[in-house]
């Protein structure tokens, strides 16, 4: 799996949107960007993952480049429930046996 | 809708003694199933996958070994337990996206 590179931390001001960028160069046709996230003592949690088109849920939007060597995670309304660190990995898409490798990700502190 | 549990969600245990964690997932059939580690302070490190029953794959050769008894059951043991088998342990399941429970802290005294 292709690797990634994301800022160690950001800071966002609440009511803002919050631009996590991630950097994967190396990602191939076939893979996949996903972002989860992880409160302090929780399991990840699904967020978003797309292949080339731009994605929107109730959580978030990923905006891929076109060459797809980049990607962002926009959280359009920060709240302080937000803060969290927040991880881009780019993997094919889980089925049989696709395993995610985490990397440190981005810790993002919302404030007030 | 699909659910994951894993318990128990927090153990102390001494060193030599033996582990066992288990994670049930409802609500689908043959998921995909992990156990993943997460050290204080450290990533996410991936440590065993199954993709059915009596089909384990280890990924980190360690003291530690998963069991798929049954289709939705994934258990995690270890006979020994030893310090630096301590950490947060996380079981998940996927089908295109791969989903986590609660996770367990180990802590090995």
């Known amino acids: 799996d292709a690797k990634t590179t994301q800022p160690t931390s950001m800071d966002c001001a609440e009511g803002r949107a919050a631009n996590l960028p991630c950097n994967h160069s190396t990602i191939s046709g076939n893979e996949y960007v996903y972002w989860y996230r992880q409160i302090h003592s929780q399991g990840p949690q699904y967020i978003i993952h797309g292949l080339k088109n731009n994605e929107t849920n109730e959580m978030a939007s990923l905006i891929i480049t076109e060459d797809r060597k980049s990607s962002t995670l926009i959280l359009p309304h920060a709240t302080l429930r937000d803060t969290a660190v927040y991880y881009c990995i780019v993997s094919r898409r889980t089925g049989t046996a696709s395993k995610l490798t985490f990397g440190t990700g981005t810790r993002l502190q919302v404030t007030l | 809708s699909q659910t994951i549990h894993q318990w128990p969600a927090t153990l102390v245990q001494p060193v030599g003694s033996p582990l066992s964690l288990e994670c049930t997932v409802e609500?689908?059939?043959?998921?995909?199933l992990y156990w993943y580690r997460q050290a204080a302070g450290r990533g996410l490190q991936l440590l065993f996958y199954s993709v059915g029953i009596g089909q384990i794959s280890s990924e980190v050769p360690q003291n530690l070994s998963a069991s798929r008894p049954q289709d939705r059951q994934f258990i995690l043991s270890s006979k020994k337990l030893l310090l630096s088998d301590s950490g947060f342990y996380l079981c998940?399941?996927?089908?295109?996206?791969?989903?986590f429970g609660e996770g367990s802290w180990l802590t090995v005294v």
């Open positions: 609500g689908t059939s043959n998921p995909n």
């Open positions: 998940a399941w996927s089908e295109n996206t791969i989903y």
